[in-house]
Nanobody
Framework: QVQLVESGGGLVQPGGSLRLSCAVSGLTLEDYVMSWYRQAPGQERKLVAA????????SILDSVKGRFAISRDLADNTVSLQMTSLKPEDSAVYYCNAIKLFGGLEFWGRGTQVTVSS
């Protein structure tokens, strides 16, 4: 059974940092493109950052370039999103996503709330 469980969200002041983690079970990270999406109230879900099956960052949202970084730990089977210099507009529910390279399988986590506010 595949599970993606996000953690690390919370309330942070503008300019602060958070590190989101996605604990993955039931799949092999090297077989999947792993991504973080976010969805703010009343808005569509947007791709924030993606990691190729080979572990290379790709497809990062323009508004977070230079502030967010995606990475993975094969030993722990986790995918992380390091977020720095957070802004109120970064507030959203952040979701972990996995898409298999071949076969079209796709999985989502339930999300973790990030709120940037003073």
């Amino acid at each position: 059974q595949v599970q993606l469980v996000e953690s690390g969200g919370g309330l942070v002041q503008p300019g602060g940092s958070l590190r989101l983690s996605c604990a993955v079970s039931g799949l092999t990270l090297e077989d999947y493109v792993m991504s973080w999406y976010r969805q703010a109230p009343g808005q569509e879900r947007k791709l924030v950052a993606a990691l190729t099956a080979g572990g290379f960052p790709t497809s990062i949202l323009d508004s977070v370039k230079g502030r967010f970084a995606i990475s993975r730990d094969l030993a722990d089977n986790t995918v992380s999103l390091q977020m720095t210099s957070l802004k109120p507009e970064d507030s959203a529910v952040y979701y972990c996503n996995a898409i298999k390279l071949f076969g079209g399988l796709e999985f989502w986590g339930r999300g973790t709330q990030v709120t940037v506010s003073s």
